[in-house]
């Protein structure tokens, strides 16, 4: 089924330009697999502690919880089922964060040189190009209940008291993460169902306007990325990114490749 709309999660604009960087054995992973992979949040954590995490889990306070109505007597205000068990014991956020894998993509208008540096390994990297009226598409037939959201910058000093959610722990990241204008997709499942994460098929022909070919990349490279997607079967165009590329070798009407 296609994405579906989610009253918690903020979605982009369906013609926003999303983008995934990554090196060309994620890509090749992608392409023979004919899916994206969703990594657990239990996965992420290990690369940045917060992910997943509620600010009262590093304390040992504990808020009283009525089974009748869980942590609304505490907040005031209307609580989801799961927002009111975290709230009541903070420490149980790292126990379901393991319910959530999420693919990740960066929202942006046009590329972004950091972005390449950050998920470049030796200049071997590409870029999918995509939006949210692509990725309904490209799901349409998936079985799974896939949301799509933008991540929330804030200073965890004021996290719980905008804490309305459960799926707040993983909708929010800290301010030095900004940088990132992380756009997600999430997949919702039992806690330790995929303990790893899991790959979810989907039309790539749909989901990718363009593939870019990092702007470090040596000419071969460009010419093997190329020769890959003909032999996968891709029909997306493929181009090299122009970020590097000298001024006066770029034509003033150069159409935009996307």
């Given at each position: 089924m296609p994405i579906v709309?989610?009253?918690?999660?903020?979605?982009?604009?369906?013609?926003?330009?999303?983008?995934?960087?990554?090196?060309?054995?994620?890509?090749?992973?992608i392409a023979t697999s004919q899916g994206l992979w969703f990594s657990n949040a239990q996965e992420l954590a290990k690369i940045d502690p917060y992910e997943g995490f509620f600010p009262g889990a590093s304390?040992?306070?504990?808020?009283?919880?009525?089974?009748?109505?869980?942590?609304?007597?505490?907040?005031?205000?209307?609580?989801?089922?799961?927002?009111?068990?975290?709230?009541?014991?903070?420490?149980?956020?790292?126990?379901?964060?393991?319910?959530?894998?999420?693919n990740c993509w960066h929202s942006a208008s046009?590329?972004?040189?950091?972005?390449?540096?950050?998920?470049?390994?030796h200049d071997f990297a590409v870029a999918i190009v995509s939006d949210l009226g692509r990725m309904q598409k490209a799901f349409a037939k998936s079985p799974e209940n896939i949301f799509c959201g933008r991540i929330s910058y804030t200073n965890y000093a004021d996290f719980m008291?905008?804490?309305?959610?459960?799926?707040?722990?993983?909708?929010?990241?800290?301010?030095?993460?900004?940088?990132?204008?992380?756009?997600?997709?999430?997949y919702t499942h039992g806690i330790g169902k995929f303990?790893?994460?899991?790959?979810?098929?989907?039309?790539?022909?749909?989901l990718i306007a363009q593939l870019w070919i990092s702007p470090t990349a040596p000419p071969w490279f460009a010419q093997s990325v190329q020769a890959f997607c003909k032999l996968?079967?891709?029909a997306c165009?493929?181009?090299?990114s122009p970020l590097l590329t000298l001024p006066h070798l770029i034509a003033q009407d150069r159409p935009r490749p996307w």
């Open positions: 709309t989610n009253a918690n999660y903020v979605e982009p604009a369906p013609s926003e330009m999303l983008w995934r960087y990554m090196d060309l054995a994620k890509f090749i992973s304390t040992s306070w504990v808020v009283p919880f009525d089974p009748n109505i869980g942590g609304e007597a505490v907040m005031g205000v209307g609580l989801d089922p799961m927002a009111q068990v975290i709230f009541a014991n903070p420490r149980q956020a790292e126990i379901m964060r393991g319910s959530f894998s999420i046009e590329e972004a040189f950091l972005m390449w540096k950050s998920y470049g390994v008291s905008n804490f309305k959610n459960g799926e707040d722990i993983i909708m929010n990241k800290r301010l030095p993460f900004k940088s990132e204008n992380e756009v997600r997709l999430v303990p790893q994460g899991l790959s979810i098929r989907c039309s790539l022909d749909d996968a079967g891709l165009p493929v181009a090299v």
